[in-house]
């Protein structure tokens, strides 16, 4: 919405605002004041109903009418109870100014709490989004005018129904003192439309309301001063959660590269192939027809296709079991299970979307007995479930995960395998999800959370995660983490680790996507020098506190 400024009405002390709202092209529907005058420094406020054309047409002229007016009747006493000065109104939007930001911001949670709790016509939703900025209130005669009242107005418009989103200068004056029940999440810089100079958002979190929200309608944008590499805190914190058994490694096929170095290739049982390669690998051995094609779940798809599951999974195991080396992560993770025991805490749960065993394999040069759960992709009576192999023993179906009590995490680790993996002894039980009919699979059994056993996906939900080697560009990692957490946020801060992306438009499109997942910071680090710094911040001994 473009609203440009406010004025008094002459001779009364009365606010008018002067409105610019070229997609609803409507005259103004109401203007009041109020005696004091909201002057210097002043925290705008926009608010309106996301999806108000659809309520519309649903509850009919009148029935909107009657919401319309509880609307607004609920957000002008909370302007009141709140020292907020109503602007202007228009339909179903709202402009308002505050005398303070924290008045702005009890304003905006005290309204977000009284419209989920108002019973509407026909029981339905009202989701109102909420823009707040706080700047001079730059006078040009009688007028509000300026860049601050489009600033508030773009940062309304960029968020959702029920979503309360900050400017970087309100943020820094309420950030400590936050109304009960309250926090801020920060979202990254975003250029919001209009507005030359990118804005740092935040959005309210307000206990008992929803917190998870689609990404904003601005672009994301790389916050330089914040896009350094990991500082010396991180490692410092990180680490010493991952001591304290808090932290929930989940690596992605980048993992699998961490010590190959950068000019160097697929060479087998040496250094494992990335996706491309494989991709040449199987578009070689079974004559695909566009050589220059790299995707490669379409062309694992075709081998599937035209020369059957069998094959596919024959090409996939000459490469998968080799004796490749575990590398410095996967050496790293299999040091900590003495660390942990020593200090009496958890072992480790380590998710991976990987499908060889090199983890497996540092574990048990460690002499570390580990556990397995894997993700049955085949066709068979098995498939879309996971099965438990552990230490000694053969693997057996995970039947009831609520009830399974055979994985301890007071005793062993566990690694769980999303993607499925290759099976040493028995290329029967191999397992890979990786053609297209699979994903399609994958997406259309639904979520992956609840056939986890008890007693891992309580440790996931306690845990802080450390995304290592994933690339959130690629809509098969977005698959998998909506297989496991649907829309849901991460409610623990959480980091994702990865090499620089060569252009400014993949650093906007993966900040974007990671921070739809939750507070999710994205560093950019070699993951070798990342693990190895890790590795040297572990603390000795830990210090055990409470999750």
């Known amino acids: 919405m473009s609203r440009t400024g406010a004025r008094p009405r002459s001779g009364t002390g009365r606010c008018e605002c002067k409105l610019t709202q070229p997609a609803l092209g409507e005259t103004l529907a ?11 420094t002043v925290t705008f406020m926009f608010t309106d109903i996301e999806g108000s054309t659809s309520l519309l047409k649903t509850l009919g002229r009148d029935r909107y009418g009657e919401l319309l007016s509880d609307h607004q009747r609920l957000l002008r006493d909370v302007f009141a109870a709140h020292r907020g000065e109503e602007i202007e109104t228009q339909g179903d939007a709202f402009f ?11 304003a905006a949670t005290a309204a977000q709490r009284a419209l989920a709790a108002h019973a509407w016509p026909d029981s339905t939703e009202v989701r109102v989004r909420i823009g707040v900025h706080s700047g001079e209130a730059a006078a040009a005669g009688e007028t509000y005018l300026g860049l601050s009242v489009h600033r508030a107005a773009r940062i309304g418009a960029a968020g959702h129904g029920g979503q309360v989103l900050l400017s970087s200068s309100t943020r820094e004056l309420v950030e400590d003192d936050l109304p009960d029940g309250v926090s801020l999440r920060d979202l990254g810089s975003y250029r919001v439309k209009d507005i030359d100079r990118p804005e740092r958002l935040s959005q309210l979190v307000i206990e008992g309301l929803p917190s998870a929200f689609p990404p904003l309608k601005a672009a994301a944008v790389v916050d330089r001063d914040r896009r350094a590499d990991p500082d010396e805190r ?24 961490c010590d190959r170095p950068p000019e160097a290739g697929w060479e087998p049982g040496r250094y494992l192939p990335n996706g491309g390669e494989l991709a040449r690998l199987l578009s070689e051995r079974s004559r695909y027809p566009d050589p220059a094609d790299g995707n490669l779940l379409r062309i694992s798809q075709y081998v599937d296709a035209m020369l059957g599951a069998g094959r596919l999974y024959g ?3 000459t490469v998968f079991n080799l004796d490749y080396p575990p590398n410095s992560l996967h050496r790293f993770l299999a040091s900590l299970p003495p660390f942990l025991r020593e200090c009496g805490l958890p072992q480790q749960l380590i998710v991976t979307t990987n499908y060889d065993d090199l983890l497996e394999r540092a574990f048990a040069a460690a002499g570390e007995p580990y556990d397995v759960v894997w993700y049955e992709a085949k066709k068979g009576s098995l498939r879309g479930r996971l099965l438990h192999r552990p230490p000694s023993g053969e693997p057996v179906p995970i039947e009831l995960p609520n009830k399974y009590t055979e994985l301890s995490l007071d005793e062993r680790p566990v690694v769980l395998k999303l993607h499925g993996a290759v099976d040493r002894t028995d290329p029967k039980r191999d397992s890979y999800v990786i053609t297209e009919d699979n994903y399609i699979e994958y997406l259309s059994v639904g979520d992956i959370g609840p056939q986890i056993p008890m007693t891992l996906r309580e440790r996931m939900a306690d845990s802080h995660f450390l995304f290592l080697g994933f690339n959130m560009r690629d809509w098969n990692l977005r698959v998998m983490l909506n297989r496991i957490w649907g829309e849901q946020q991460l409610d623990l801060k959480s980091w994702a680790v990865q090499p620089a992306p060569d252009d400014a438009g993949a650093y906007e499109i993966e900040q974007t996507l990671w921070r739809h997942r939750g507070d999710i910071d994205l560093l950019y680090a070699p993951l070798n020098e990342y693990v190895g710094r890790l590795a040297a911040e572990l603390p000795s001994p830990p210090t055990k506190v409470e999750s």
Do not use: C, K, M, Q
């Open 234 to 257: 991180h490692y410092w914190l990180v680490s010493g959660l991952i001591s304290n058994g808090l932290v929930v490694p989940f690596l992605g096929a980048g993992a699998t590269l």
């Open 96 to 106: 308002a100014a505050f005398h303070s930001a924290a008045d702005a911001i009890s």
């Open 30 to 40: 109401h203007r009041v004041g109020v005696s004091e005058r909201v002057s210097g």
């Open 315 to 317: 090409y996939l195991r």
